[in-house]
């Protein structure tokens, strides 16, 4: 099946500070990568989708200066969180997808971040 | 707008059947998803749907009616490992996927 992985699984960072999540597509290349986050218990949230090659479709109410989405190659998708205060504490998860032809998402094992 | 609707929780017993059921309203329609998601873990593909009917896949069964904007998941033999929150998902117009709060399963002993 395809493997989707994100590093780092879990990352603690101080206030103020910037933080790299990536998310690769192991075994096959996704044209397609999501970036969600999910508070507990509660449902996930698409950030924005972002494309091989251009721009990220940020969703309303995702700040694109604040959560930087480099889609630079058909297996790699970074999603950097700038200057991160406590209220982006978070469980991120990216998903990637083959095409629009093949639906499913196959998702990655998301990061667990916590700001101080 | 778009929406989903599941019940936030249930409970049923170790071996016993257990069906969840989604009732959805989205801006066109692309099929739809059951994922799994363990506490702590990312979801994880369970079956898809496009057409009505049922589609079988072990334990798990998953339903389609798109007259209806309904779906369920049936689990069968239930294991204490199924205890997790099952999502509901299904793909808009623009394919994207559509993300209720899911069902969290309670298996006892």
């Known amino acids: 099946g395809a493997v989707v992985s994100q590093h780092p699984s879990r990352v603690i960072c101080k206030s103020g500070t910037s933080v790299k999540i990536e998310c690769r597509s192991l075994?096959?290349?996704?044209?397609?990568m999501f970036w969600y986050r999910q508070f507990p218990k509660k449902s996930l949230m698409l950030m924005a989708t972002?494309?091989?090659?251009?721009?990220?479709?940020?969703e309303q109410g995702v700040e694109k200066d604040k959560f930087l989405i480099n889609h630079a190659s058909l297996t790699l998708s970074t999603l950097t969180v700038t200057s991160a205060h406590p209220e982006d504490s978070s469980f991120y998860i990216c998903?990637?997808?083959?095409?629009?032809?093949?639906?499913?998402?196959?998702f990655g094992p998301g990061t667990r971040l916590t700001v101080l | 707008g778009q929406n989903i609707d599941q019940p936030t929780e249930m409970t049923a017993t170790e071996g016993a059947i257990v069906q969840i059921n989604c009732t959805y309203q989205?801006?066109?329609?692309?099929?739809l998803f059951w994922y799994q998601q363990h506490a702590g873990e990312a979801p994880t593909f369970l079956s898809y749907?496009?057409l009505d009917g049922l589609e079988e896949k072990g334990r798990f069964s998953s339903f389609l009616s798109r007259s209806k904007g309904y779906s369920y998941l049936l689990l069968k033999e239930l294991q204490m490992k199924d205890s997790a929150s099952y999502l509901c998902?299904?793909?808009?117009?623009?394919?994207?996927?559509?993300w209720g709060a899911g069902t969290k399963l309670i298996i006892k002993p």
């Open positions: 998903s990637a997808r083959v095409s629009r032809a093949y639906n499913e998402q196959f």
């Open positions: 075994d096959f290349q996704a044209t397609t």
């Open positions: 972002s494309n091989e090659g251009s721009k990220a479709t940020y």
């Open positions: 989205t801006s066109g329609f692309n099929g």
């Open positions: 749907n496009v």
């Open positions: 998902a299904p793909m808009d117009s623009n394919y994207q996927l559509i």
